[in-house]
């Protein structure tokens, strides 16, 4: 299971590049289509309160979801956009500290506990302590201010890739690809299309944060979109 201090670690990185950012930079678009920066930072912390409360479900018993729905969800993360930098920084900051709190109060065997997610799927808790680190990571990219993903940790990486890549193996809609990581030696998957390139890159055009620059192979493949 991911540990606290990952999750501790990526939020730091992404709350020093938030806290570069002008009032004007993060009304500015980000990577995300028709987010701007406002709206990642945004994201990204009501998905900490998000998390806070499946690691409560799952310690205390008593059922407290996600978000109320994915149209609430997405309500809050709009009303929240236009902020001041100043505003934005400090919901990240205050909202990663209960997550933290949350992930600390946790007794070993509640990490096995399932509970539900927005969207009806079903896992044990330790789930939200690897989404969060996913999201942080991911949306720091996302916030296109300097942060790259070749920024990810090396870790990180390599257990996406292998995860992103059977998530499109179980899909009907998923490539049959077979990846090979240049840098590191990693390959991911079975299929017959061979795409290769240094590993942050590979995990960047799956996740559709990059066209494939770089990348050999990945000319004409269809990625669905997954995150």
């Known amino acids: 299971m991911i540990g606290l201090d990952e999750i501790t670690a ?3 990185d992404l709350l020093a590049t938030a806290a570069r950012l002008t009032d004007a930079d993060a009304r500015a678009p980000s990577l995300l289509p028709g987010w701007t920066r ?16 499946l690691l409560t479900w ?15 969800r997405a309500a809050e993360i709009e009303a929240g956009a236009d902020r001041p930098v100043a505003a934005l920084v400090a ?4 909202s990663a500290d209960r997550f ?3 992930f600390a109060r946790m007794p070993d065997d509640a990490w096995d506990r399932t509970v539900q997610w927005t969207t009806g799927a079903r896992h044990p808790a330790a789930r939200a302590a690897d989404s969060r680190l996913t999201e942080v990571l991911i949306h720091h990219v996302d916030l296109d201010a300097g942060f790259t993903p070749a920024d990810w940790p090396a870790d990180f990486t390599s257990r996406f890739l292998t995860s992103v890549t059977a998530s499109f193996a179980r899909r ?11 840098d590191t030696g990693q390959q ?14 590979l ?3 799956l996740l559709g944060r990059s066209p494939g620059t770089g990348l050999t192979g990945a000319e004409g493949v269809d990625i669905p979109f997954l995150y």
């Not at 799952?58 to 609430?72: I, K, L």
């Not at 919901?91 to 205050?94: F, M, S």
């Not at 991911?188 to 890159?201: D, F, K, M, Q, R």
């Open 10 to 12: 990526a939020t730091r």
């Open 38 to 53: 406002g709206h990642v930072l945004t994201h990204v912390a009501r998905n900490a309160d998000g998390g806070t409360r």
């Open 58 to 72: 799952a310690r205390t018993g008593v059922e407290s979801y996600e978000y109320p729905s994915m149209e609430a």
């Open 91 to 94: 919901d990240v900051r205050q």
């Open 100 to 102: 933290a709190d949350a």
């Open 188 to 201: 991911a998957g079975t299929g017959e299309h061979l795409v290769s390139g240094p590993a942050a890159s």
């Open 203 to 205: 995990l960047a055009w």
């Open 172 to 182: 009907d809609d998923g490539p049959d690809l077979l990846l090979r990581a240049t």
